[in-house]
């Protein structure tokens, strides 16, 4: 099993730029492939980003292309997501998840909330 923390989340003006952070502790990060979800208030959990175990393949959902990039450092136990030219649609709770095999685990999440 494997623990997820994100942090970097925050208020951001339409336009603007943040970067997410994903540390994993208690498992061996490198084993799990990494996505990131979101879910804005009052809609469905929606995918975001993944990159995997070695990073050598990422994809993301057709609303972040060009603007979002994920990335991950394996000796560091982190995975990141770094939002660019940011929309008030992009506004949601996001998650960073791991997956192995089967099993996907989950973070708390972390808020981001893009208004002027």
């Known amino acids: 099993q494997v623990q997820l923390v994100e942090s970097g989340g925050g208020l951001v003006q339409p336009g603007g730029s943040l970067t997410l952070s994903c540390a994993a502790s208690?498992?061996?990060?490198?084993?799990?492939?990494m996505k990131w979800y979101r879910q804005a208030p009052g809609k469905e959990r929606e995918f975001v980003a993944f990159?995997?175990?070695?990073?050598?393949?990422?994809n993301y959902a057709d609303s972040v292309k060009g603007r979002f990039t994920i990335s991950r450092d394996n000796a560091k136990n982190t995975v990141n997501l770094q939002m660019n030219s940011l929309r008030p649609e992009d506004t949601a709770v996001y998650y960073c998840?791991?997956?192995?095999?089967?099993?996907?685990?989950w973070g708390q999440g972390t808020r981001v909330t893009v208004s002027s």
């Open positions: 998840t791991a997956v192995f095999g089967y099993n996907t685990y």
């Open positions: 990159i995997s175990r070695i990073a050598g393949n990422t």
């Open positions: 208690g498992s061996t990060f490198g084993m799990y492939a």
